[in-house]
């Protein structure tokens, strides 16, 4: 499939008259995970139809599909169950010297700032704030603050409260030339965000599934650059060990490990019943094609923004803004009760700081637009 992408509501289980512009927060399951999802929790009732090879065998497809959709090899990448998780595994696995920097954004989502805080207070290393640029180019007030005494760049790739956007091919090059490693948190853009691990080269990437990967709560990928593959893991479980196919042996302790990101797994990873729909998400993310996606939200939003601004309504502007990802500003702040105004209405987005966001997927219908414009204008009494 190729060029933007017809609405897709049908895939999923979403009532008429809610209008669901809130991906951000958290995506709706499509009917298709939600079904293999069903069989998979049924299948618990029947545990006599769980056999051990049904440990590797899902989880393995899972971090295929994962890795493709990052440009990395399965090997790369571990299961775990939150973004948090991924950057406590990439806390414990990055050095920072005493007063060194440890970069990160203005308002940036907590799962990606207290493991750096923890860092820092046992190492003696600082956290850096980069301060939130007036011009929205995040790009140049990152490349503007990494100098050699920067161990560690904790980035998105795109803003949490305003989808501001973040470079990180070229971040990535600068920390490389400074000799600072790179950890992503690309929950709020992978899926819906074109990213290759092979360009940005970061040595962690994390993803929780569900929001723009359409998957389940609770589930995340952890991509790990090679190179971390003889680090340490937070947990010490038995299926990461090398040897856990053969049940029979797990008491013939190992200290080896299975190959790859493998050991970084998380405990119970093979999750029977929400690998199933996380991996109906990922296959349908991989059949529309993410750059599909994105260019289709990106008109989407686009759209969104230029009736906004008709509106006195600022957003951070296309090119400095991941075109999958939207937040409205208002002069003097997002009006006291809009958002509960909205929802009243059954309109749903969400306020984070000071911006609106309105992020909707390819289940939103142009007439969920109007009937949001129609509410805010009454609201705004415009
Ligand atoms: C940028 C970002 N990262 C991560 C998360 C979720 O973090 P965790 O998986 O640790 O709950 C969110 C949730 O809103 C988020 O916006």
Not at 62 to 88: K, N, Q, T, W
Request: glycine share 8%; net charge negative; proline share 6%.
């Amino acid at each position: 499939m190729a060029g933007p992408i017809p609405c897709q509501r049908a895939l999923f289980d979403i009532p008429e008259d809610i209008v669901w512009l809130n991906c951000a927060q958290m995506s709706p399951l499509m009917r298709g995970a939600v079904a293999a999802g069903e069989a998979a929790v049924r299948r618990k009732a029947h545990p006599w139809t769980i056999s051990p090879v049904d440990f590797f065998t899902d989880s393995e497809a899972a971090r295929a599909l994962f890795a493709e959709i990052v440009g990395a090899g399965p090997d790369e990448i571990a299961i775990v169950p939150s973004a948090s998780y991924g950057m406590a595994i990439a806390s414990q696995n990055l050095p920072a010297d005493r007063g060194s920097r440890i970069l990160v954004l203005d308002g940036q989502f907590p799962s990606n700032v207290y493991a750096w805080r923890e860092l820092a207070a046992r190492t003696g290393a600082r956290v850096d704030t980069v301060p939130r640029p007036a011009d929205d180019d995040w790009t140049a007030a990152i490349l503007e603050r990494i100098g050699d005494d920067v161990a560690i760049a904790a980035l998105p790739n795109s803003h949490w409260t305003d989808g501001g956007l973040v470079d990180l091919e070229k971040i990535g090059a600068a920390l490389r030339r400074a000799g600072a490693a790179l950890a992503v948190d690309a929950t709020q853009s992978l899926g819906a965000l074109p990213l290759d691990v092979r360009h940005v080269r970061p040595d962690f990437l994390v993803a929780a599934s569900y929001k723009w990967m359409l998957g389940p709560y609770s589930l995340g990928f952890l991509y790990v650059d090679p190179k971390h593959h003889g680090g340490t893991p937070l947990e010490h479980n038995w299926i990461a060990r090398a040897g856990s196919e053969d049940f029979t042996a797990l008491v013939d302790y190992r200290d080896d490990y299975q190959p790859g990101a493998r050991r970084f797994d998380m405990g119970e990873r093979s999750n029977f019943a929400l690998m199933p729909q996380a991996m109906a998400a990922m296959r349908q993310i991989l059949d529309w094609g993410v750059g599909n996606i994105h260019a289709t939200l990106s008109a989407r939003n686009e759209a969104i923004a230029a009736r906004a601004r008709g509106l006195g309504i600022a957003s951070v502007p296309q090119g400095r803004r991941a075109g999958h990802y939207l937040g409205l500003r208002f002069a003097g702040g997002v009006p006291e009760g809009l958002g509960d105004r909205l929802a009243a209405e059954n309109i749903h987005v969400s306020v984070r700081g000071t911006a609106m966001r309105v992020t909707p997927h390819l289940y939103n219908t142009d007439a969920d637009i109007d009937r949001f414009f129609a509410v805010l204008e009454r609201s705004l009494n415009v």
